[in-house]
């Protein structure tokens, strides 16, 4: 595996469950990252992770909690969402959070809550 | 408030040349990107430019004028495949990316 792999690629859910995005970086970096990306819309930085600590927090409502257990892997738990969730979440990494080298990014999973 | 603006859509004709605008308010700069995005992709890197003047990478070229806070991506010899979402983001003086809402851009034969 390489680069930024997430899963599910697409989820449906009700907005009574729970459930839980998982990324991954092959990429040895040390900065993570959750962004929201609606139609039209710039991309909404969500929580950001240095070295395993949460450094930024963009007011995300509680229903949306993330985790980070090591430098590479981060997840997004999700729970009692509303249908104005529904978008495409993306997961990036960076070498530090100074990003002078860009994000990358992983392909998104496309949530839909009913 | 830290603003980006580019155009929401533009159309070319496939073999032709494209010019994408991307005009920024921020606070501080450190420097310019462009991504692609194909439809249900990640966003991939493209340029990264901090210097002004014109840099180019094989069809693909970007400009930055920091003075006038504008950046444009120019699309040279177009292919169906070129069709894509174009982001602009600014590392602002945090080194925070702030971004703008992508141009949709439409290639026909």
């Known amino acids: 595996e390489t680069g930024v792999t997430q899963t599910p690629r697409h989820l449906v859910m009700g907005m009574t469950n729970k459930k839980s995005l998982k990324c991954e970086q092959h990429l040895g970096h040390n900065a993570m990252y959750w962004y929201k990306q609606s139609a039209k819309k710039p991309l909404e930085l969500m929580f950001v992770?240095?070295?395993?600590?949460?450094?930024e927090n963009n007011s995300v409502p509680s229903r949306f909690s993330p985790e980070c257990p090591n430098s590479s892997h981060l997840f997004l738990h999700l729970h009692t969402l509303q249908p104005e969730d529904s978008a495409l979440y993306l997961c990036?990494?960076?070498?530090?959070?100074?990003?002078?080298?860009?994000?990358?990014f992983g392909p998104g999973t496309r949530l839909t809550v009913l | 408030g830290q603003n980006i603006d580019q155009p929401t859509e533009m159309t070319a004709t496939e073999g032709a040349i494209v010019q994408i605008n991307c005009t920024y308010q921020?606070?501080?700069?450190?420097?310019l990107f462009w991504y692609q995005q194909h439809a249900g992709e990640a966003p991939t890197f493209l340029s990264y430019?901090?210097l002004d003047g014109l840099e180019e990478k094989g069809r693909f070229s970007s400009f930055l004028s920091r003075s006038k806070g504008y950046s444009y991506l120019l699309l040279k010899e177009l292919q169906m495949k070129d069709s894509a979402s174009y982001l602009c983001?600014?590392?602002?003086?945090?080194?925070?990316?702030?971004w703008g809402a992508g141009t949709k851009l439409i290639i026909k034969p």
């Open positions: 983001a600014v590392l602002d003086s945090n080194y925070q990316l702030i």
């Open positions: 921020t606070s501080g700069f450190n420097g």
């Open positions: 990036a990494s960076s070498q530090g959070t100074e990003n002078t080298d860009g994000q990358y």
């Open positions: 992770y240095n070295f395993k600590e949460q450094t």
């Open positions: 430019n901090v």
